[in-house]
């Protein structure tokens, strides 16, 4: 792994560990079993070793949801449903430490601008790519849809980590998406379905 790898993973880490007050340079040399000063000689500032750590993150996400969506777009409803859930779970669970640490960015980039440009950009990443996915599972409003599930996915990863939520099952995010879609999707046999 390469120096700045290492030192974006501490600070990711760090953020999740310790929250956006423990994020300082000599932290991260610290957690990163590096010399004193390298975490400065890559990232001068804070605001630079904010944008390294946000970076890192968004690239981890996307590697993390890479092997799911190779395959393509879902092949209907119930594809894109046990899509959606594996994501979510795996965000919840083995990438719980990632989420928090984003959800500790996302504030901060509501302050800083230049990490704000970031965010967007990362953010709308995956928006299309949930666009794509409504479309091909035949939303009438593929744009709107996709724009709304990735807020309720958001919205339910963040009720479990920091709300009074509990942290659903696997099962129980099929449901509430399978719930979510088919009122999206408009599916005739949504009524008939064991829930």
Known sequence: MKRAEVIAEAAVALLAERGMRGLTHRAVDEAAGLPPGSTSNLARTRAALLELALEHLTEQEAALFAPMT???PPRGAEELVELMARLAHLQLTEGRERTVARYELALEATRRPE????YDRAGQRFREAAVAVLAAAGSPDPLRHGHRL???????MFDAIVGAGSEPTLD????CLRELLDGML????AADRPR
Do not use: K, Q, S, Y
Request: proline share 5%; net charge neutral; glycine share 14%.
């Open 70 to 72: 190779a395959a393509g």
């Open 115 to 118: 990490l704000r440009a970031i």
């Open 150 to 156: 990735v807020a309720f996915a958001e919205g339910l």
């Open 172 to 175: 129980e995010l099929r449901t």
């Open 186 to 189: 408009g599916r005739p046999d």
